[in-house]
């Protein structure tokens, strides 16, 4: 999201303005990839938001530009319950990310409702992931550490 809001993602615009590029063109229909198009606009990108039904009565692909739908649809529900219980707007722009870049890397084409569905899965993945109340581990309880040589570091970190 941070990539995207900063004008960062490498895409058909961005490329273009850098010469890195000729053809800047969407892989699905031909219009110019730019990140409205790529998450909003595009048939295809259109196509996947029509799976996510949302409770309150928006058109994804009515809004002018992706940084007006990030912040309109932060939090928005989505029905039926799907099991998950984080914001599932910027899973299912990854989940078109991934796709396009199936589409330009491996000449592989997705279909919008696998799109879809790999992007409700990834937040489950991604819930089901995270240690539970009580279980972090920021530091070692002194039984550890004194059964330890002093020659030795332990290092927690998350793979985030």
């Given at each position: 999201m941070w990539k995207i809001l900063q004008g960062a993602l490498p895409i058909g615009k961005n490329?273009?303005?850098r010469g890195m590029l000729l053809n800047?063109?969407?892989g699905r229909c031909g219009e110019l990839e730019t990140v409205d198009h790529l998450f909003l606009h595009c048939p295809f990108a259109k196509d996947v938001w029509a799976f996510s039904l949302l409770k309150q009565s928006v058109i994804v692909h009515e809004f002018l530009s992706f940084k007006e739908a990030l912040i309109s649809l932060h939090?928005?529900?989505f029905l039926?319950?799907?099991g998950v219980s984080i914001d599932l707007f910027p899973w299912i722009c990854w989940g078109i990310w991934l796709a396009r870049n199936k589409l330009v890397f491996e000449n592989r084409v997705s279909s919008p409702s696998d799109v879809f569905n790999q992007s409700i899965s990834y937040p489950r993945e991604w819930q089901h992931a995270q240690p539970s109340q009580?279980?972090?581990h920021t530091s070692i309880n002194r039984q550890e550490q004194q059964r330890t040589s002093h020659d030795t570091i332990f290092v927690f970190s998350d793979a985030a």
């Open positions: 490329l273009r303005k800047t063109m969407c939090g928005a529900i039926p319950p799907l009580g279980h972090h």
